[in-house]
Nanobody, 128 residues
Framework: QVQLVESGGGLVQAGGSLRLSCAAS????????MGWFRQAPGSELEFVAAISRSGGSTAYADSVKGRFTISRDNAKNMVYLQMNSLKPEATAVYYC?????????????????????WGQGTQVTVSS
């Protein structure tokens, strides 16, 4: 069982930056690939970024490539999403998710159905 708690959301002007954090419970954090997803009002859940359990592989949605960076610290049971050059269309609730990846060190999953555990989400609002 993994519990995930996101933090770091808030209100920021377009062009600004935010760093989201996700704290994970449990001793087996390093066996989970991690991901960030977002959901805007009236929209479906959208993949944002993912990182393998080792941290050696990452994946990004085309809409955030070059502006967002996902990272993890397995010693601290943390995963981060650094978001730069934010645009108003990034306004959404951002969710941290964990996917059991015991047999793969290198997979970074982009599909939400691969994820087993989800946090409660943190609101990000980007004003124009």
């Amino acid at each position: 069982q993994v519990q995930l708690v996101e933090s770091g959301g808030g209100l920021v002007q377009a062009g600004g930056s935010l760093r989201l954090s996700c704290a994970a419970s449990g001793r087996t954090f390093s066996t989970y690939a991690m991901g960030w997803f977002r959901q805007a009002p009236g929209s479906e859940l959208e993949f944002v970024a993912a990182i393998s359990r080792s941290g050696g592989s990452t994946a990004y949605a085309d809409s955030v490539k070059g502006r967002f960076t996902i990272s993890r610290d397995n010693a601290k049971n943390m995963v981060y999403l650094q978001m730069n050059s934010l645009k108003p269309e990034a306004t959404a609730v951002y969710y941290c998710a964990a996917a059991n990846s015991y047999y793969s060190l290198t997979r970074a999953y982009t599909e939400d159905e691969k994820y087993d555990y989800w946090g409660q989400g943190t609101q990000v609002t980007v004003s124009s």
